[in-house]
């Protein structure tokens, strides 16, 4: 990846147009090649999900996994573009907060929330109330920065994934779903701060490459899990060489290549967009479930996993029903103005 930056962090750079970027290609409209990538990101992070749970009830806490999974991606990625290229860490210092924020709030917190929201009420639940994101990142990205149209197709979309997502995580039951205790506050802050993670990975991919959006993120992640779980406390546990091993895997699979992906699939999409096609990895984790885990697939979550298909779908044929839309309204208007002026 070529990146075009001249300063470092440490000094300050002169004052730059929206449309100026640092360590950033131009960014062309592939929503095809856009739309392969998220669905890489989904089919990772829905993948591994069962492999997390196998491991949080056989083997480890979550705290560790989660702390492992974001500090060893970038112990991978500082590593990596240390020998490769140091350019990746150069960034304007007015953004430096902004990265700690995303790496805080819409890493480390939403992955805080969300298991501690499963652990206090159920899976389905802390599922279900985080994936309501998408509607966040709706209503945020159409009517208070005005960047994207929520027209007809969206709406439909939005509603085919939640209503999708609803029958497959909880097969139609809605006794799976109870939120109580310090789960009705985690909960709907396990939501959104991932709303928050997609708008303002978004914004930074607007001036900035995935990677130094990446390194950035997971490097202020991991700072923060190391202030929650010092070094001592993950010392004393003694893990073995086998753990470790898992560990490094687990973060591989779970975080790096599908936040990759998905980072790269952002730059080229809607974040509204990003959002809906999200709501499939809750889709993609109870089949591999089943298949890994030996875990229940019914007729009802069939369904559900259909709905959600069908909201992607519609979305990527969103641009040409919008044109052929647009060229129907268009050559009404025009036989109405023939009507009109014909004699």
């Not at 501690?116 to 990205?141: D, G, H």
Request: hydrophobic share 50%; with cysteine; proline share 4%.
């Amino acid at each position: 990846m070529e990146i075009r930056s001249r300063q470092i962090f440490t000094e300050p750079l002169p004052m730059i147009s929206d449309a100026t970027k640092i360590n950033n290609p131009i960014l062309h409209p592939q929503p095809l090649r856009g739309f392969f990538l998220l669905m890489t990101a989904v089919l990772f992070w829905g993948s591994s999900a069962p492999i997390g749970k196998y491991l949080i009830v056989n083997s480890y806490d979550t705290l560790i996994l989660a702390q492992t999974r974001t500090s060893l991606t970038f112990v991978l990625l500082l590593l990596f573009f240390l020998f490769k290229n140091r350019d990746v860490f150069k960034i304007h210092t007015e953004d430096i907060w902004k990265f700690a924020v995303l790496g805080v709030v819409g890493i480390s917190l939403t992955n805080y929330t969300y298991y501690f929201t499963a652990k206090e009420s159920s899976v389905a639940t802390a599922i279900l109330v985080q994936y309501t994101a998408p509607v966040w990142v709706v209503l945020y990205s159409v009517y208070i920065i005005k960047e994207e149209q929520f027209d007809r197709i969206t709406c439909i979309s939005l509603l085919f994934g939640l209503v999708g997502c609803f029958f497959a995580v909880t097969a139609g039951s809605m006794q799976s779903v109870n939120l109580r205790g310090w789960a009705i506050v985690t909960g709907p802050i396990s939501a959104f701060t991932f709303a928050y993670q997609i708008v303002a990975t978004k914004q930074l991919l607007k001036r900035y490459s995935v990677w130094t959006m990446l390194v950035y993120m997971f490097g202020f992640s991991a700072l923060f899990w190391l202030c929650v779980n010092p070094p001592w406390n993950i010392i004393a546990k003694n893990y073995t060489v086998q753990d470790w091993g898992i560990f490094w895997m687990f973060s591989i699979i779970s975080i790096l290549i599908p936040q990759t992906a998905f980072a790269s699939g952002l730059k080229l999409l809607d974040a509204s967009t990003a959002g809906i096609i999200g709501i499939l990895e809750p889709v993609v984790a109870i089949v591999a479930a089943f298949f890994m885990l030996g875990e229940s697939l019914g007729v009802v979550q069939l369904l559900g996993a259909a709905l959600v298909v069908a909201a992607v779908g519609l979305l990527q044929l969103h641009p040409v029903l919008r044109e052929n839309v647009t060229q129907s309204l268009s050559g009404d208007n025009r036989r109405d103005e023939t009507q009109v002026d014909a004699p």
